[in-house]
């Protein structure tokens, strides 16, 4: 088996995981069992299958459990209600959601007319975001209107995109980002979510190892760094956070404004990473490197 379809395994069965987790949630809720982290379990477990959904190209599956999502979103934010009513629609749509994941795993179709059924109940509990997500399914031709404007004829002006964009102000943003294990687990790559967010414009990353432990006690799927990224963008804080939207349950992340980039890091960590972060600025794959000890570093 290879590196990709061992991944995609380990995908299905985190799926099969987080719908057991879904299902004992949502049993809960029915039972007046509202802990205060009952509602947040289905979500995460929602999101996560929508996440790894979306990085093996499977649309259904993403956009429904997208859908899902966002009315569960609603109960977790106490906008809603854990009602008769609002689970039913819930188990339902969880049915689906299996329906999905095995048609996706299995390479078959899922029952459409339920899907969609599902659909429609759920778009009443998600409101214009969750409208706008059903569009997916829609299927609507688009027909443009009469404008009046048939016969005209134009004659192309050059515009020169660059006077359009030099008006757009650029920012220095610091972006702190801290994988945790379920983000290696769900098929994301941190250096991925690192590239993308330089290609929003420059800058610098700097890696904090303080919390990796000897090699000897090294938990193969554990998660010990924490990215620092100076980012020198046209991009507003929401187009920073949203190269993180499919994986911001799995790592902890701030964005910060900032007027400078501020004093440098650690000259030990810098030069250790050098590197890394040219190969993480040309998508290549990231070569191994070993801290310099910790009492060397003290003397140095």
Known sequence: ??????????????????????????AALAKNETEPDTANVAFRAVHSIKGGAASFSLSDLSHFAHLFEVALDELRSKRAEPTPEFLGVATRAAQVLRDLTDA???????????????VEELKPLTGEKGAGIARYWSGEEIVESDDGMEGLEFTPVGIDFADILGSVPESVFRVTFRPMPELYQNANEASRLIRDCLALGTGTVSCDTSELPAFADMDPEGAYLTWT?????????????????????DCELTVELCEDVGEAGDPAIDAAFASLLLQIQSGSNASSFEPEPEEEREDA
């Open 1 to 26: 088996m290879d590196a990709m379809a061992e991944i995609r395994q380990t995908f299905f069965e985190e799926c099969a995981d987080g719908l057991r987790e879904l299902d004992t949630a949502l």
């Open 229 to 249: 990224i100076e980012l020198t963008t046209r991009a507003n804080e929401q187009g920073v956070r949203e190269v993180f939207e499919f994986a911001e349950w």
């Open 104 to 118: 996706a795993k299995n390479d078959t179709l899922p029952d459409e007319r339920r899907m969609l059924d599902t």
